[in-house]
């Protein structure tokens, strides 16, 4: 009998090692046999030759990253096949090479640089090279049609007196708005100056989440020093958050009539627990962002050490005498309402760290959002700003006006 054609085994051999989007084998798939494995596998999509797929199980930022992967991906295999120069081959082969980083940053599986905003900055460099160079290689025929995305990221982005934004400016007035290639490469500048802009503003906001994080770190380890050493030295600390109503009386302890670690611990939760209401009422204020980054959670999560320790300082400072007019807390239920006081008194602190979080972000620069007023020196006229000037859309070949 003779034997199967050779192709046919390599076909096989292929589909029993072949692996989907997510990892699985083809021969090992959970549920393989079953109906719902079926449908656990019906939504899955395959990478293509290129190995992008948009962003499948993974979060909003990295679908959207991936997304414009492809899109660009698409745009350079486009022009290879039109054509390309050996010198514009190179600059394409350096795009892949971008993107391959691009990909990589929205592939890590490093939950420690995706939750410290490392790599969707990583990723985010390489796709705004990636513009710079398809700019640069982007065809006569297609080229006029660029100028307005440029202009947009540079208002964006740029002062309204760089002279590259200027100049370019002045280059599509000269040519009706219309990109031509004698200033292709003042835009690709142009373009180059935004893009870094920007990535210094998303920079500042990653380096603000990160202080947040340590910030909220460092709280949390200090409480929880404070409430083991409770523990640890009753006498000493744990005693500290009872007190004497009048001499010879029964001591008065946040829990019972004997100080314990367990005072210190009650303390503190009260303290957590009071700021948590204080920010889930301040919710209403907190906005949410777009950006890759985790401000807003990082504000929420620091109240709950900060409360703690407020509270914890606040018991200590009326045991202290510091508070005036109070010298001593007759029952337990006071010293927890006290520790419950402090708690919500942090967002006095807080608030102003929410403040200072809502300008990093919104300094992340997108659409319609103008730029902030530059201080002004005291004693010092303030600069004139150039009026900006409008860039009148390109026109359609063969329509003039």
């Known amino acids: 009998m003779a034997d199967k054609h050779p192709d046919e085994h390599a076909d096989k051999r292929a589909d029993r090692h072949e692996t989907d989007a997510n990892g699985h084998a083809g021969g090992h798939r959970p549920g393989r046999n079953g109906r719902a494995g079926r449908k656990a596998h019906a939504g899955r999509h395959r990478p293509d030759e290129n190995g992008d797929v948009a962003g499948l199980g993974k979060s909003s930022w990295c679908q959207r990253y991936s997304a414009h992967i492809a899109a660009q991906q698409a745009q350079v295999n486009a022009m290879r096949k039109a054509g390309l120069s050996p010198s514009d081959t190179a600059i394409a082969d350096k795009i892949d090479t971008q993107l391959r980083a691009a990909r990589a940053a929205v592939e890590s599986h490093d939950w420690r640089s995706r939750f410290t905003g490392s790599q969707p ?18 065809p ?3 080229l006029a049609w660029f100028s307005a995305g440029v202009v947009a990221q540079a208002e964006q982005h740029l002062r309204p007196d760089d002279w590259r934004l200027v100049a370019l400016r002045a280059e599509l007035r000269r040519t009706n708005g219309r990109l031509t290639p004698g200033a292709r490469e003042l835009a690709a500048r142009t373009l180059d100056a935004a893009n870094h802009a920007e990535n210094i503003e998303r920079a500042r906001v990653r380096s603000f989440s990160n202080i947040l994080m340590l910030s909220v770190f460092v709280m949390s380890v200090l409480t929880t020093l404070f409430v083991v050493w409770g523990f640890v030295d009753v006498n000493g600390v744990a005693v500290k958050m009872c007190f004497t109503p009048e001499p010879g009386k029964t001591l008065e302890c946040p829990i019972g009539h004997e100080a314990n670690g367990s005072d210190v611990l009650l303390v503190a939760f009260a303290g957590a627990l009071a700021a948590a209401f204080a920010g889930a009422l301040s919710l209403r204020n907190l906005q949410g962002t777009g950006a890759p980054y985790q401000i807003p959670m990082m504000l929420l999560l620091l109240r709950l050490p900060v409360g703690a320790l407020s509270a914890i300082i606040g018991i200590l400072l009326i045991g202290g005498q510091f508070v005036p007019g109070l010298k001593a807390l007759d029952t337990s239920p006071q010293i927890v309402a006290w520790a419950l006081a402090f708690g919500i008194l942090q967002e006095t602190v807080t608030r102003l760290v929410d403040q200072q979080g809502k300008t990093v972000l919104a300094n992340i620069r997108g659409s319609g959002k103008e730029f902030e007023e530059q201080p002004v020196t005291t004693g010092s006229a303030p600069a004139p700003q150039p009026a900006k000037t409008a860039v009148p859309p390109p026109k359609p070949p063969g329509k003039t006006g």
Do not use: F
């Open 140 to 142: 006569r025929r297609g």
């Open 121 to 138: 900055d990583r990723a985010l460099a390489n796709i705004n090279e990636v513009e710079v160079q398809l700019l640069r290689l982007a």
